[in-house]
């Protein structure tokens, strides 16, 4: 069975998760710790228009998106939209739009 790098990054968060015990680690912020589902949020806004393995569809192929943009230019696109994309400023909280930012900058 072919698994697509969503599957894969699910089960691999899910394992390090059932390794470490009954506690999710949680990524920490200014004033809070936040855990932030980078998987979950590229399915709720990003597959639709980019495709479950990130190979583009009605939007651009975003597999090595790193190598084209830095973490500063992929946040603006998301917050603004533009070329056919929608703005996704008010959707996403700032931790969310930050790791998903993050997470896209490092494919290359």
């Not at 597959?47 to 230019?73: F, M, T, W, Y």
Request: with cysteine; net charge positive.
């Amino acid at each position: 069975m072919k698994v697509g790098w969503v599957g894969s990054l699910m089960l691999v968060a899910a394992l390090g998760l059932t390794a470490c015990g009954d506690k999710p680690k949680e990524t920490p912020s200014a004033s809070t710790s936040v855990k932030v589902d980078v998987p979950k949020l590229y399915q709720n806004y990003c597959i639709s228009c980019h495709g479950n393995q990130l190979q583009g569809g009605e939007g651009p192929n975003i597999q090595k998106v790193g190598e084209r943009l830095d973490e500063a230019a992929i946040i603006r696109q998301i917050q603004k939209g533009g070329n056919g994309m929608p703005p996704f400023q008010v959707s996403m909280k700032d931790e969310e739009l930050k790791a998903l930012a993050a997470w896209l900058a490092g494919l290359k």
